[in-house]
């Protein structure tokens, strides 16, 4: 196994451990899981430039590293939801990920034709925003966790803080959302064909 595939591998097993540390909302945790979140994420980045690098790309790699990705965004947005002071509506959690699910089986379908659906600007744009927001998110909730546990203060009575998080999640849902229709419009030939 090349080491652009251990790298994905690393970044599937430490969604576990980012998980772990976001049930606990103690200042240390929640540095402990944004570090851990934004470690996964650069391995992303790295497993992608070494596989190009070396001419190492496989099929277990194209396979793994998508799903990989949708994991650990999944994790992170599913335990937004069930953090009370960030008010991040299930439905823009649902949104995002049925979206993953709809493109993954276009993706399907075009396979089955032999027909490769490249990643749009669209979706670079989308996972890097996702990306962004997540880990803004996580830094919100350590300094929640700062002002709760050192200064003794509500983080809830502070504007900026409380809606941030709402804000970043509105905006990435609605563009993932377009994100995704540009797909099904550009390939809804796919979908709407019939077998004889």
Known sequence: ???ANKL???RILLVPFFIF???YDTFQMRIASMLIFILASLTDTLDGYLARKYKTVTDFGKFMDPLADKLLVSAALISFVEII???IPAWMVITIISREF???GLRSIAATKNIIIPAALSGKFKTTLQMIAIITILFILCINSLLVEFFKIDPQTIFLLRITPFILMFITTILTLISGLSYIFKYKYLLLETGG
């Open 85 to 87: 002071e960030l008010s």
């Open 1 to 3: 196994m090349n080491i």
């Open 102 to 104: 709809i493109i993954t």
């Open 8 to 10: 994905t591998l690393i």
């Open 21 to 23: 540390f976001m049930v």
